[in-house]
T-cell receptor, first 112, second 117 residues
């Protein structure tokens, strides 16, 4: 158990819909990262937050947005969903002392 | 941009064989971290090891060992006496500084290891 929690574990929805994925980092970690894992793109970095502030952006679509709240949990919002958005979405939190990212169990999103 | 290459897409071995997973990386950073993660069939990503670019000592942890060679930009992972439970996808990753104060991991494409009984 990495200490990072993600909900829900599975999500099935239809094209055009909007969903929210939730992540709680490990106790003491201020940084949260979001990654997308798909068969054709592999593991891709989406976005990083540190103590509520956006710190880095990767290959995140404009239809996607994220935020980190004062209690440090983070949400990834995906809107106008397309079939190609079906993927495993991981959240990770980083231990500042060791620079190691620990990953949550992931949310498997299926868009039908 | 940084890059991580895992040339072996799939490896299949018989239990008790030793197996080495290759990882080659490219970076312009002088200080960086390298990682290995394991993704078993259940899907989670499990941290295995972190290596600082300044520390070229090889490391052994039980049946696992890692060989970091800065001169060849390689960070290879060996499993000794493989077991069926080692079957998983293994990812090599490189930390990268992004923008002014951000960071991210760049992952290789992964190596699917299958250990047959």
């Amino acid at each position: 158990d990495s200490g990072v929690t993600q909900t829900p574990k599975h999500l099935i929805t239809a094209t055009g819909q909007r969903v929210t994925l939730r992540c709680s980092p490990r106790s003491g970690d201020l940084s949260v990262y979001w990654y997308q894992q798909s068969l054709d793109q592999g593991l891709q970095f989406l976005i990083q937050y540190y103590n509520g502030e956006e710190r880095a952006k990767g290959n995140i679509l404009e239809r996607f947005s994220a935020q980190q709240f004062p209690d440090l949990h983070s949400e990834l919002n995906l809107s106008s969903l397309e079939l190609g958005d079906s993927a495993l979405y991981f959240c990770a939190s980083r231990n500042s002392g060791t620079d190691t990212q620990y990953f949550g169990p992931g949310t498997r999103l299926t868009v039908l | 941009a940084q890059k991580v290459t895992q040339a072996q897409t799939e490896i299949s071995v018989v239990e008790k064989e030793d197996v080495t997973l290759d990882c080659v990386y490219e970076t312009r950073d002088t200080t960086y971290y390298l990682f290995w993660y394991k993704q078993p069939p259940s899907g989670e990503l499990v941290f295995l090891i972190r290596r600082n670019s300044f520390d070229e000592q090889n490391e052994i942890s039980g049946r696992y060992s890692w060989n970091f060679q800065k001169s060849t930009s390689s960070f290879n992972f060996t499993i000794t006496a493989s077991q069926v439970v080692d079957s998983a996808v293994y990812f090599c990753a490189l930390s990268e500084k992004v923008e002014t104060s951000g960071s991210r991991l760049t992952f290789g494409e992964g190596t699917q290891l299958t250990v047959n009984p």
